[in-house]
């Protein structure tokens, strides 16, 4: 896409409950539609309570605006950050609602989610479409979208970092164990998706390409996890190419319904059988920490690992890392008029992702609904792509009118 001129950016998140009231509200919103009786929603929220019913997430949010404002201003960028989440205050209609009483009239998202599947990008496009739909602002707030950042430098090279640190660690444990030349085994980490929902993910009606995995989400993982190892092993010096797999955790649903795997807990137990002695687990999938990471990584695998005698170490997310923080910065910048970065790097084959999403794109099964940014957008998008343009242009760029879903599974 053609670079724009916007006047502010709009960070959106998943959000998290900030107390123990907070919690079970909190579940309702993640959960609305799909009748999960309260019962089954106090049970999931003893992962929230033991940690005084907060989740890391919206702190760790703030500081992410924070730090990404004070970049921006560092390079002379006047666009103000704004927040939004998906399900828990501040809600993103509300959000949306404030920029536009502010005098914000095109705004540029970017998301707490690198990678391509249903619920890390299309839903935070259909988010901003019900928002658009919901508040009236069709037409007169219009929102795009970065692309999909899941292997550029600025994500990936923390995990690099922390992946070289985290090897050292373990290793440094073996030898004090006596044990210097004991296997070491680094597992990369993602949360587990629903296999219908993975096989769509990066799917749509003219994608070039097709992904020997099955599909993008797992594609984009596991090339980034081969670029991570590679470069760690070259900081470290290895010898050798560290032995590596990729896991899945969080999974969640009805039972009888295939979800990615393995399960990270499981691939410890096989590890462990295979005679391995140190693991260092990455959050690969994951931008900042929150419940998932700290409950299923902090809590139940290392505990796991503890059953197990196995030396352990669980890698930072990128959260507010300086080089995380710079690469969101030229992101914003690639879409910019001002201060525009035409050079956009990827560290895989796979990239760099699209700015504009093609039709169908990471479909949803469970019914069609406003959506942004891509080729089928329906709303969002009512501005025309020259830089300068009137907001109100009549022929916007990228907007059509969506088919109506032929879909009738049922829900996940």
Known sequence: ????????????????PEGQDDVIPFLRNVTRGRGIPDERLEEVSQHYRANGGISPINAQNRALKANLEAELASRGITLPVLWGNRNWAPYIPATLQEAYDDGHRRLLMITTSAYSCYSSCRQYREDIGMALTETGLDGKLAVDKVRQYFDHPGFVEPFIEGTAA?????????????????????????????LRDAEAAGESEDEPRSF?????????????????????DAISGAAKSTAWSLVYQSRSGAAHVPWLEPDINDALVELAGQGVKGVVIVPLGFVTDHMEVVWDLDTEAKETCEKLGLFFDRVPTPGTHRKFISGLADLICERTVANHIADRPAMTDLGPWYDVCRPGCCANFRGEKPTIAGADSTVGSAHDPRPGAPIDADTPSGSGTTRPSTDERTDT
Not at 2 to 15: E, K
Not at 176 to 184: E, K
């Open 212 to 232: 020997a995995e099955g599909s993008a989400y797992v594609a984009q993982h596991l090339a980034n996890g081969a670029e991570v190892i590679k470069r760690a």
């Open 1 to 16: 896409m053609a670079p724009r001129t916007y006047d502010a950016v709009l960070l959106a998140s998943f959000g998290g």
């Open 166 to 194: 985290g090897l050292a660690k373990v290793r440094a444990k073996l030898a004090a164990a006596g044990t210097p030349d004991a296997p070491v085994h680094v597992l990369f980490s993602t949360h587990s998706i629903p």
